[in-house]
């Protein structure tokens, strides 16, 4: 996995939820708290979707075949929209089942300290796991904005880790709140409530990890920069005049797809088109490297062929 993958951030995620995972259980086993119980699984859940992560980055390394000519980079998206589905199912709808049954049936918190002491460990650890994801987005996101990373990062795996560590640890103040109040009013339906509150968390994140991890499995063009940088490198105001038409595609998050129409000078030998676009190729790579599968049809530039968006300048007699 490139180092855009995030595979640092997805290890420390996969450390800090298996120890919370365990700490969870013990405070659960001697305690009874539902939030444990909830938080527990959420864990285990988190820790199944770091291995899916780092499962899919293996994948999609393997080599481009016959059959898929265009490599495996997708299997990173397939692998990302299965943490969504496990996220919502095993993390949010069993939060909401456990809080529901602990508001139609509530029982006293044992051995308070057990819950209390595990979830200051586990927001620490949290806190550690959270901190290497923002610190390795730091280094893709720019000047974008945390909502606008999210909605527009091509790797999964850094979204994904971000937003289950948001989630964890908004979901621990959750269960610590739940289990603050069931203490100090007696009444085990606050640790019901805070349960609940923790599904509806979970739900809400895995619907967000869902629509955007399906947008890359649908197959989304280049951004709008890199667009820019690949027009700039086909046009050598020589042979290549302009670009009439073009279109890019992500294989995966590190490879590229672009298929372009050019305009070439009506006079041009078949040889000098030919060299012109062994040429622009190049050019692409060097601006855009992840541009690994280029197609560049010449053509004569014409009025009615250039798209509105990508006009050329008209050839010249």
Not at 34 to 58: P, R, T
Not at 160 to 187: Q, R
């Amino acid at each position: 996995m490139s180092a855009s993958g995030g595979t640092k951030a997805i290890v420390a995620a996969l450390g800090a939820n298996l120890a919370i995972a365990v700490s969870k259980f013990v405070a659960f086993a001697f305690s009874g708290s539902s939030s444990m119980l909830a938080e527990g699984v959420h864990s285990v859940a988190d820790s199944g979707n770091q291995a899916l992560l780092l499962l899919g980055g293996k994948k999609a390394k393997k080599a481009a075949t016959e059959e898929h000519p265009f490599g495996y980079g997708r299997e990173r998206y397939i692998y990302g929209f299965l943490v969504s589905i496990v996220l919502f199912t095993i993390g949010g709808v069993f939060a909401l089942y456990e809080g529901y049954e602990k508001v139609q049936h509530p029982h006293e918190i044992e051995h308070w300290y057990w819950p209390i002491g595990v979830l200051l460990f586990a927001i620490v650890a949290e806190g550690f796991s959270f901190r290497t994801a923002i610190n390795e987005s730091n280094e893709l996101r720019g000047r974008q904005s945390w909502a606008q990373f999210i909605r527009t990062a091509k790797a999964p795996e850094l979204p994904v880790v971000l937003l289950e560590d948001f989630g964890a640890l908004v979901g621990l103040v959750l269960a610590l709140a739940g289990v603050g109040v069931s203490l100090l009013t007696g009444n085990g339906v606050w640790d019901g409530v805070g349960t609940l509150c923790i599904g509806t968390l979970l739900v809400v994140i895995a619907l967000v990890l869902a629509s955007e991890t399906k947008s890359l499995l649908l197959g989304e063009s280049a951004g709008p920069e890199t667009v820019t940088r690949i027009r700039e490198a086909i046009v050598d105001g020589d042979t290549v005049t302009g670009v009439i038409h073009m279109r890019t595609l992500h294989l995966g998050p590190d490879e590229l797809l672009v298929a372009a129409k050019i305009a070439v000078q009506h006079d041009d030998t078949a040889g000098e088109v030919a060299r012109a676009i062994d040429a622009a190729e190049a050019r692409i790579r060097v601006a855009v490297p992840i541009a690994r599968v280029i197609y560049l049809e010449p053509d004569i530039y014409r009025e009615q062929t250039a798209t509105p968006e990508a006009p050329a300048a008209p050839e010249t007699a």
